[in-house]
Nanobody, 117 residues
């Protein structure tokens, strides 16, 4: 059974940084595109960033370009999201996603990120 477990969320002041990590067990991520999504209260889940199976190319939502960086370590079965210059509008639950096909994949349980002074 494949499981994705996120960590690294928390409360941070505007302008601060957080690093989210996703550890995948029960499967090998090297064959799949991985991604981070987020969902704010009352809003639909949205794409934050994706990374192809070899580490390139990467893709980012316009709202996070230049501030967030997605990376992966296929040997460790992990995917990270480095978030800098955080803004209050980045507040959301962040989810790790393993894209098996264009039709679907596996989701983690999410980690809360709150940006507030």
């Amino acid at each position: 059974q494949v499981q994705l477990v996120e960590s690294g969320g928390g409360l941070v002041q505007p302008g601060g940084s957080l690093r989210l990590s996703c550890v995948v067990s029960g499967g090998i991520i090297s064959s799949y595109t991985m991604g981070w999504y987020r969902q704010a209260p009352g809003k639909p889940r949205e794409l934050v960033a994706t990374i192809a199976r070899g580490g390139w190319p990467t893709n980012y939502a316009d709202s996070v370009k230049g501030r967030f960086t997605i990376s992966r370590d296929n040997a460790k079965n992990t995917v990270d999201l480095q978030m800098n210059s955080l803004k209050p509008e980045d507040t959301a639950v962040y989810y790790c996603y393993e894209r098996l096909t264009t039709a679907g994949g596996y989701w983690g349980q999410g980690t809360q990120v709150t940006v507030s002074s």
